[in-house]
């Protein structure tokens, strides 16, 4: 999508701070400004409570919440105006059994991004689209 709009598309692992930060920087020296953020990350972890583990919890928690964060967070400090889009799930707003740690934490991200954003005050608009079940590759 990028190329035909002569923009850039980097990836970035967004749980790694130094390198959503580096990112927002690149683009920045690059183009001169940062215009638009799209944060487009999510772990499932698709188990009922009693499979339930600390690793899978602690995986989902951070690039469904801390990294987002950290992604609006950078982009707040280089970003005069423009917008940041946060892609959460509709599982966020739904009880479906085997996705309560994935829906719980796209909710908690959701909500943590738009406190950020207001706390943030750099003229940007700050949209969530709430996608249904979506076909990726691995």
Aim: hydrophobic letters at 50%; aromatic letters at 4%; charged letters at 20%.
């Amino acid at each position: 999508i990028a190329k035909p709009l002569a923009g850039d598309a980097i990836a970035c692992d967004l749980t790694d701070d130094g390198q959503v930060e580096a990112l927002m920087q690149t683009v920045r020296a690059r183009h001169g400004r940062l215009d638009v953020v799209v944060i487009v990350a999510g772990a499932h972890g698709s188990q009922t409570v009693d499979q339930l583990t600390r690793d899978t919890l602690l995986r989902c928690f951070e690039l469904n919440v801390i990294g987002p964060a950290s992604a609006i967070k950078h982009a707040a400090r280089v970003m005069e105006r423009g917008a940041i889009i946060y892609v959460s799930s509709a599982a966020a707003e739904m009880n479906t059994v085997g996705v309560a740690v994935y829906g719980s934490t796209k909710a908690a991200g959701e909500r943590l991004d738009r406190w950020l954003a207001a706390e943030a005050a750099f003229g940007s608009l700050l949209a969530v689209a709430f996608l249904r079940a979506t076909r990726t590759r691995a």
